[in-house]
C-alpha cells in the first residue's frame, strides 16, 4: 500500500527554522521526482521546490529562494524540506507530492500535508 506522509510542521516565532520531512512507503522512492508545495488559507497552492531522482533541486518561488532547501534520503526514503528565518507568510499547509513520468504514463503520490504556524 502506498503511503506519502509529511511531518515535522508546528508552531515557530517569526525568524525560527523548521525542517519537514515526507516520507514514502510503497513504491520505489528514488525513482520520483519530490515536489513540496503549500498553500495558505484564501490562496491557491504554491510551488515551494523540486527535487529530482538524481538529486537535482530547484527551489520555485521567489519569496523563499535563499532560505528554503530542499533535500532527500534514498536509503531512508524521504524528502526534506528546510525552512529557515520563518516569516508569518510562511505559515501554511505544505504538502509533498511524488511524480514519476515514464513514457506517457505518470504517476503521482500525495500526502495529506503538514500545517506550519509562525506566530510570536
Known amino acids: 500500500q502506498v503511503h506519502l506522509v509529511e511531518s515535522g510542521g508546528g508552531l515557530v516565532q517569526p525568524g525560527g527554522s523548521l525542517r519537514l520531512s515526507c516520507t514514502a512507503s510503497?513504491?520505489?522512492?528514488?525513482?520520483?521526482?519530490l515536489y513540496w508545495y503549500r498553500q495558505a488559507p484564501g490562496k491557491e497552492r504554491e510551488l515551494v521546490a523540486t527535487?529530482?531522482?538524481?538529486?537535482?533541486?530547484?527551489v520555485s518561488a521567489d519569496s523563499v529562494k535563499g532560505r528554503f532547501t530542499i533535500s532527500r534520503d534514498n536509503d531512508k526514503n524521504t524528502a526534506y524540506l528546510q525552512i529557515n528565518s520563518l516569516k508569518p507568510d510562511d505559515a501554511a499547509v505544505y504538502s509533498c507530492?511524488?511524480?514519476?513520468?515514464?513514457?506517457?504514463?505518470?504517476?503521482?503520490?500525495w500526502g495529506q500535508g503538514t500545517q506550519v504556524t509562525v506566530s510570536s
Open positions: 507530492q511524488a511524480r514519476r513520468i515514464l513514457g506517457q504514463e505518470e504517476t503521482d503520490y
Open positions: 510503497g513504491f520505489t522512492f528514488e525513482n520520483y521526482t
Open positions: 527535487i529530482t531522482s538524481y538529486g537535482g533541486s530547484t
